[in-house]
Nanobody
Framework: QVQLVESGGGLVQAGGSLRLSCAAS????????MGWYRQAPGKQRELVAT???????NYADSVKGRFTISRDNGKNTVSLQMNSLKPEDTAVYYC????????????WGQGTQVTVSS
């Protein structure tokens, strides 16, 4: 049973920084992709950043230049360094992992709240 456990959310003032971490347990396989999504109240869940096992990264336009995703393939962990935070970054952030074999398996963490005050 794969589990993704997030940590690092909290309350921060605009302009501040937070670091989110996610650790995967229960899997001996390397995930093809790991990343972060977020969902603000009344909005759909959206991609924030992803990282493939080959090292490619992808960011939402709204966070480019402010957020950095990093991944440790050996430990099956992924982190998100968030700088210059804005009130519009307020959301529940979810860790995501995808493994592709004979099918596609997608896993989600329980979510961690990030609140940015103005």
């Amino acid at each position: 049973q794969v589990q993704l456990v997030e940590s690092g959310g909290g309350l921060v003032q605009a302009g501040g920084s937070l670091r989110l971490s996610c650790a995967a347990s229960g899997s001996i396989f390397l995930f093809n992709a790991m990343g972060w999504y977020r969902q603000a109240p009344g909005k759909q869940r959206e991609l924030v950043a992803t990282s493939t096992s080959g090292g490619s990264t992808n960011y939402a336009d709204s966070v480019k230049g402010r957020f950095t995703i990093s991944r440790d393939n050996g430990k099956n962990t992924v982190s998100l360094q968030m700088n210059s935070l804005k009130p519009e970054d307020t959301a529940v952030y979810y860790c995501n992992a995808v493994r592709q074999s004979y099918s596609t398996f997608t896993y989600w963490g329980q979510g961690t709240q990030v609140t940015v005050s103005s």
